[in-house]
């Protein structure tokens, strides 16, 4: 089993900027790709970014720019700065992680989600 330790989420105005953190713990064998998910009240769940154990990052065209996703292997943790945020960027943010174990198929993992709203 993994678990997750997320912080970071909250109220900022327009053009602020915060920062997620998600720690990844538990009975770890091997994480490849990390990432996060957002989904709004009402919409699909949509991926914001993702970042290879190698350290390759994709992100979604609405964040490329503002947004910058960052990984401690040794730590499995994954950082997502988010600058200039906007009202749009409401949601819940959703950590995962895809873990290889000793045995059996490859496993996605979720965190709790923490809550990030941007308003005035």
């Known amino acids: 089993q993994v678990q997750f330790v997320e912080s970071g989420g909250g109220l900022v105005q327009p053009g602020g900027s915060l920062r997620l953190a998600c720690a990844a713990s538990?009975?770890?064998?091997?994480?490849?790709?990390m990432g996060w998910y957002r989904q709004a009240p009402g919409r699909q769940r949509e991926l914001v970014a993702h970042?290879?154990?190698?350290?390759?990052?994709s992100y979604a065209d609405s964040v490329k720019g503002r947004f910058t996703l960052s990984r401690d292997n040794a730590n499995n943790t994954v950082y997502l700065q988010m600058n200039s945020l906007k009202p749009e960027a409401t949601a819940t943010y959703y950590c995962?992680?895809?873990?290889?174990?000793?045995?059996?198929?490859?496993?996605?993992?979720w965190g709790q989600g923490p809550q990030v709203t941007v308003s005035s």
């Open positions: 995962y992680a895809h873990h290889t174990g000793p045995s059996g198929p490859p496993r996605t993992y």
């Open positions: 970042i290879s154990s190698s350290g390759n990052t």
């Open positions: 538990g009975s770890i064998f091997s994480i490849s790709t």
